[in-house]
């Protein structure tokens, strides 16, 4: 089973190590995936392959998911609180 919903065309890498793919298409670049993203909400510094699976649903998050010891997580996408929001996060949901 795939995670992966969007094709990812571009890449970048944040300045903690992450590299954020994007879709280049008519709308313009949209996020796609993010690699050895960085999982905030669990205890220890644990990087994950985070993939986005729809629109953003409020301002400052993107729903995603992720494989973790075999399981897939539900999560979201936001800005690193700590970093002034130059990173990329990724945080768990407990639903």
Not at 15 to 42: H, Q
Not at 60 to 65: D, L, M, Y
Request: aromatic share 10%; glycine share 8%.
């Amino acid at each position: 089973m795939s995670l992966q919903k969007y094709r990812a065309d571009v890449c970048e890498t944040q300045s903690d190590g992450a590299r954020v793919w994007r879709t280049n298409w008519i709308g313009g670049p949209t996020l796609a995936k993010i690699e050895n993203c960085r999982l905030s909400s669990l205890a220890g510094d644990m990087r994950v392959t985070a993939y986005v699976q729809g629109e953003a649903d409020t301002f400052f998050s993107v729903p995603a998911k992720c494989r973790l010891m075999g399981k897939v997580l539900n999560c979201y996408l936001t800005v690193d609180d700590a970093d002034d929001g130059h990173n990329l996060v990724l945080r768990h949901c407990y639903y």
